[in-house]
């Protein structure tokens, strides 16, 4: 059985500073046993679900403390994912790209947010639904407050054939906005194709060009792009939802052409986290790197907020609150393709989740780690020293299943803990009391066992033959 220690260190490894940061952090048993249990849930969940492949990594500050792939990024080829160099299309996550390159301009001067769109885009013409309406300016495409329909009225997501910039422009004439500006949050790509178009008439560069050569490039995200990529770039095969046969449509190369600026940059999982990083470190006052600190900041506020309070819209991030803090981030979702970036300004993490499935919703993976692992991260990083529990307990560590399903006992906090694999491992474990030699009590009730025992039974070799908890058996994965 795979044991604890072995764990550790291989999750330990992947571990990559980027810059000064001491690896304690990654070294404390308690961050390394969280880490444990959420590859091996994430390894249930793609098995249980018959998911392609899942690239996450997990920030802090200027350490990536954990990356690794799962799945395959082709599953036919077989070719595995690599949180390195597997490309993955991020979808919307690139209008905070666009966000960031129209936040240069207001920096150098060259534009300003409360700029009307047509002072920048003299062909911007929509028909005039509310004449009383003020124009639509470049801060309200970024905060989705524009008014503006969310797609150009062409049939893209189902012919995969994108217009040019031209046919969008011809087209925006014949629609008409849905609200007046500055009235309500409505999600758009048709005002962050405009933001795009803005930033090519300001700086002269095409948006491609401009989003290469002025953040990626600069930040170190080597591996990404603005660029039309495919599987010859090792970007990872997209699949679509599964059928009721099991089955997964694959998806063809495209180009997302005219509508580029709100979706067309691919990234790997650890040029994400790069990008998390350059945050963090401009957050805490470095120098300038791409943006001023204090636009960052701008960027990161809440400009617009949800009628329900329980989130907002800064200039291209969404804002939520979490019990920490606050969270920032976006998601993506394309065909084949969906992104969730997640980062805490103020604790210094990030989560990232990249998948190639449309049916694999990368954040019930951010989440977990938010639940699981963070609140380890945090301790940590308040002096508290993780615990690898009794010395005695090694041999019970590791992998077990059963009729319903797999578990992992791990030692998290000082305790002996069991993991129902299956479900919500955050919420869905139990503590395990020490009562007699190899028998335990269940001393919570996240698994429904509350005052039961459990009884490891040990072979000759001192390893566990078989856990009998109740009168039901639990087998050793080997």
Not at 15 to 43: F, H, N
Not at 186 to 196: C, K, P, Q, R, T
Not at 377 to 399: C, T, V
Request: charged share 20%.
């Amino acid at each position: 059985m795979r044991a604890y220690g072995l764990v550790a260190l291989l999750v330990l490894a992947r571990g990559t500073p980027l810059g000064g940061q001491q690896p304690s952090l990654r070294q404390d048993p308690d961050v390394a046993t969280s880490l444990s249990v959420l590859e091996s849930w994430i390894e249930v969940e793609l098995k249980a679900r018959n998911i392609p492949g899942l690239a996450m990594a997990i920030v802090h500050d200027q350490d990536v403390l954990w990356s690794r792939g799962f799945g395959f990024a082709d599953v036919e080829k077989r070719i595995p994912t690599d949180p390195g160099t597997t490309l993955y299309r991020i979808g919307s996550l690139t209008k905070v790209f666009t966000s960031i390159a129209v936040m240069q301009l207001v920096e150098q001067g060259r534009l300003d947010l409360e700029d009307p769109v047509q002072a920048h885009l003299p062909w911007f013409r929509i028909k005039e639904r509310f004449p009383d309406a003020p124009p639509i300016t470049v801060r309200q495409l970024l905060t989705h407050t524009s008014g503006l329909p969310k797609e150009s009225p062409f049939p893209y997501f189902t012919t995969f054939e994108f217009p040019t910039l031209e046919q969008i422009r011809q087209a925006l004439a014949h629609q008409e906005p849905l609200f007046p500006p500055e009235t309500t949050h409505h999600y758009s790509n048709l005002g962050l194709v405009l933001a795009g178009e803005v930033v090519a008439a300001v700086s002269g560069l095409p948006w491609r060009e401009y989003v290469d050569r002025k953040i990626l490039k600069p930040l170190g995200m080597t591996r990404s792009t603005a660029q039309p990529v495919g599987p010859e770039d090792g970007l990872a095969t997209g699949y679509g939802y599964r059928g009721p046969d099991g089955s997964r449509r694959t998806f063809p190369r495209y180009d997302l052409g005219g509508l580029s600026a709100a979706g067309s940059v691919a990234s790997t999982v650890e040029d994400l986290a790069r990008f998390a990083a350059w945050q963090f470190r401009l957050l805490r006052r470095g120098p300038a790197e791409v943006l001023e600190a204090a636009t960052l900041r701008r960027m990161q506020r809440v400009h617009w907020i949800q009628d329900s309070w329980t989130g907002g819209q800064g200039l291209g991030f969404f804002v939520r609150p979490w019990r920490a803090g606050t969270l920032v981030g976006h998601g993506g979702e394309i065909m084949g393709f969906l992104t969730a970036f997640q980062l805490s300004p103020d604790r210094r993490i990030a989560v990232i989740a990249l998948t190639n499935a449309n049916d694999q919703n990368p954040s019930v993976y951010v989440n977990q780690a938010f639940d699981l692992v963070v609140p380890e991260i945090l301790e940590a990083l308040e002096g508290k020293d993780g615990s690898p529990g009794n010395p005695d307990w090694q041999p019970y560590l590791g992998r077990y299943r059963d009729f319903w399903g797999e578990y992992q006992i791990a030692v998290l906090d000082g305790m002996l803990k069991i993991f129902l694999l299956n479900r919500d491992p955050a919420g869905a474990y139990c503590d395990l009391e020490p009562v007699s030699a190899h028998v335990f009590r269940f001393s919570s009730d996240g698994c429904g066992r509350y005052g039961e025992t459990l009884t490891f039974q040990m072979a000759p070799d001192g390893s566990v033959s078989r856990v009998k908890y109740v009168e039901n058996l639990l087998e050793p994965l080997r």
